[in-house]
């Protein structure tokens, strides 16, 4: 197993054992692009999740994370715009 794989692994059970590491780290996650992160991801926006994750989730080019993120807005009250971008993490942008 390569060294980037091993890492993988290790950041997905981190993130697994601990939602509000993965919540606080969502950036990152969403950079890596790993579709294994994505369950992940919105178990972490549902239970600690805040404005910014949320917007994060809807601008950052992945459709999964961007219908977490609408339904995430709708049931909390918010109005947030989907940009389809944003200054915020984009899926798979640490990949290129």
């Not at 178990?43 to 950052?60: H, I, Q, R, S, V």
């Amino acid at each position: 197993m390569g060294k980037n794989k091993v890492a993988a692994s290790l950041w997905l059970k981190k993130a697994k054992d601990d939602l509000a590491f993965a919540a606080g780290a969502h950036s990152f996650f969403i950079s890596k692009s790993e579709q294994k992160f994505i369950p992940i991801l919105i178990d972490a926006l549902n239970k600690y999740g805040n404005e910014e994750m949320a917007t994060d989730f809807l601008n950052c080019g992945n459709s999964q994370l961007e219908k977490a993120g609408h339904i995430w807005a709708k049931e909390y009250g918010y109005t947030i715009i989907s940009q389809g971008y944003g200054n915020g993490p984009q899926w798979g942008s640490k990949n290129r």
